[in-house]
C-alpha cells in the first residue's frame, strides 16, 4: 500500500461530497448495489409506507447522493435514515451483500454531527445515553424507583385516577408489561461464579445495561444454564453498555469510548456471551467504529471475533440435555440483530427441542421486525405500532409461550400481547432451558408445569 493510500484511509479529516471531515460513510457498502428491488418486501418501513425513500435501495441511493453533492445533510435527508429500524432483514434479501446497516448508522452519524439535537430532546438523549445506560449504578437507581412506585402502590393509584394517561399510550403500555425489577446479576453474584460439576472453561458474560435491571432474571437465569453445563462465568466489574443505542442514535463517538472500555474489561476473555441480539451485534461490528483507526480496529477485530450469543455457544460447545418436563407449546421471533445480523436462527430453535414435553409450533415470518428496534418504539411509536401489529398476525393462536433472545423484543412483543388480549407469555430462550434444568433438580423426575 502505498503512502497516498495511507494517508486517505487513515486521515481523520478526510472528506466525501457533501459530508462532513472524518467517519464518512463507507463507498464499499454501496458499490454493489445495483437496485434490483430484492430488498422492498423485507423492508418492514417500505412494507407500511410504499415509499422509495423509505426502503433500503432508497436509502442507499440518497447516502450515495450525499457523497456525490447531489443532495444536502438536511432535514429531508435525516428523515428516511432515521425511519430504518436498522433492522438488516434487507442484507439477508440483497444477493450482492450490501451493507445497508452500516450505512445507516454512518450517516446517522454525520447527520447528528450536523444537526445535533437540542432544546429538550437533546438534554432527554444526552441524559440517557450518557448519563444513565453507561452508568449500572443509576440505571439501577431508577429500576428501583420504578420498583417502589409499584410497591407504595402510586402506580396503582395513577390507574385507578386516570393520571397515568397523561404519559403517551405507548409509555403506559411499556410499564405495565415491564417485569418486577429483581437484583441486577453484577451485584447479585461474585465477579467469577464458579461451575456445578466439572468445570470445562471459563467465559466471560456481558450482563448489559437495561438488561441487567429490568431482566435480570434473563442474567441470573443465563448464569444458572452455563454454570450447569460446567461454564465458569466471568462478570467483570468494569465492562459496561455496549453502545448499541449510542450508534444507532449517531452518536459514534460515545460508541467508540464504551466500546474501548469492554474491549479492555473482557481483555482475558477466550470467550464473550451475549444473550441480547442487539448488543451481541453491536459488539461484533465494533471494528466499524474503528475504521480511521487502524490499532484500535485491531483489537476490535480480536475482540468481536469472541462475542458470540450464548445459544449459538451453547449450541456449537455442547450442553447437557436438560430432563425437566415443559408441557407447553412455545413459538419462536427472530430478533432481527440476533437473525440477520449475526445469523442466528437454527441455534435456539435447537435448544428449545431438547426440553422434553415443549412443543416448538412454527411462526410465519419469525424473522419480521416486531417494531421494538432499540428504542425505536419510542422515538417512533406509530410506526413501530404498525409494524408491531403486523407481526402480531403471526404469531400462532394456540402458543402458551413466545421465546425470543432480544429484551427490546421481548418488551414489544409483550406490549402486542397485551394490544391483542392474548394469554401467551414472552420468555427468553434460557428462562426456558433454566426452568427445565431446575426441574430436573427439584424432583429428580419428569412433571407437567
Not at 168 to 176: D, F, N
Not at 396 to 420: D, F, K, T
Request: contains cysteine; glycine residues 8%.
Amino acid at each position: 500500500m502505498n503512502i497516498a493510500t495511507t494517508e486517505t484511509a487513515t486521515s481523520p479529516s478526510r472528506s466525501l461530497g457533501n459530508y462532513l471531515a472524518g467517519d464518512v460513510p463507507d463507498e464499499n457498502k454501496w458499490a454493489d448495489c445495483v437496485h434490483c428491488g430484492l430488498c422492498l418486501e423485507a423492508c418492514p418501513t417500505y412494507l407500511e409506507t410504499g415509499h422509495e425513500h423509505q426502503s433500503p435501495r432508497g436509502r442507499v441511493h440518497l447516502i450515495k447522493s450525499v457523497a456525490d453533492g447531489k443532495i444536502e445533510l438536511n432535514e429531508s435527508f435525516m428523515d428516511p435514515v432515521f425511519t430504518c429500524l436498522d433492522c438488516r432483514a434487507c442484507e439477508t434479501a440483497c444477493p450482492a451483500n450490501v451493507q445497508v446497516g452500516g450505512l445507516i448508522e454512518e450517516a446517522r452519524g454525520q447527520i447528528r454531527r450536523a444537526m445535533p439535537l437540542k432544546g429538550w430532546r437533546g438534554a432527554v438523549s444526552r441524559f440517557f445515553l450518557n448519563g444513565v445506560f453507561p452508568n449500572p449504578d443509576r440505571l439501577t437507581k431508577l429500576g428501583g424507583l420504578l420498583k417502589f412506585l409499584r410497591k407504595s402502590g402510586l402506580l396503582a393509584l395513577a390507574r385507578k385516577t386516570g393520571l397515568i394517561k397523561v404519559l403517551p399510550s405507548h409509555l403506559e403500555e411499556m410499564e405495565r408489561v415491564t417485569p418486577e425489577i429483581g437484583v441486577p446479576v453484577r451485584k447479585k453474584f461474585p465477579e467469577v461464579i464458579p461451575v456445578r460439576g466439572e468445570r470445562k472453561k471459563r467465559v466471560g458474560l456481558l450482563t448489559g445495561c437495561v438488561m441487567d435491571v429490568v431482566f435480570s432474571n434473563v442474567n441470573e437465569a443465563t448464569v444458572r444454564v452455563l454454570t450447569q453445563n460446567g461454564y465458569e462465568v466471568h462478570v467483570p466489574r468494569d465492562q459496561t453498555c455496549c453502545g448499541a443505542l449510542h450508534v444507532h442514535a449517531g452518536d459514534r463517538e460515545s460508541g467508540r469510548k464504551l466500546a474501548r472500555k469492554n474491549i479492555e474489561a473482557f481483555n482475558d476473555a477466550e470467550h464473550v456471551l451475549v444473550n441480547a441480539a442487539g448488543c451481541g451485534c453491536a459488539m461484533k461490528e465494533y471494528p466499524e467504529l474503528f475504521r480511521e483507526d487502524p490499532e484500535s480496529r485491531e483489537k476490535a477485530e480480536a475482540f468481536a471475533e469472541k462475542v458470540t450469543d450464548v445459544s449459538k455457544f451453547l449450541y456449537d460447545h455442547g450442553f447437557e440435555p436438560p430432563k425437566g418436563r415443559i408441557d407447553a407449546r412455545v413459538t419462536y421471533h427472530d430478533a432481527c440483530h440476533l437473525a440477520h445480523g449475526q445469523g442466528v436462527r437454527e441455534e435456539p430453535r435447537s435448544l428449545l427441542r431438547e426440553i422434553p414435553g415443549l412443543e416448538l409450533v412454527d411462526m410465519p415470518h419469525a424473522d419480521r421486525c416486531c417494531g421494538s428496534a432499540g428504542i425505536y418504539n419510542l422515538t417512533h411509536p406509530e410506526m413501530a405500532g404498525a409494524i408491531l401489529e403486523q407481526k402480531m398476525t403471526y404469531v400462532p393462536e394456540e402458543v402458551e409461550l413466545i421465546s425470543m433472545g432480544n429484551p427490546g423484543c421481548m418488551l414489544q412483543m409483550a406490549v402486542g400481547v397485551l394490544r391483542h388480549g392474548r394469554s401467551a407469555k414472552v420468555v427468553h430462550t434460557m428462562e426456558l432451558l433454566d426452568r427445565s434444568y431446575q426441574i430436573e433438580d427439584q424432583t429428580g423426575t419428569d412433571r407437567e408445569v
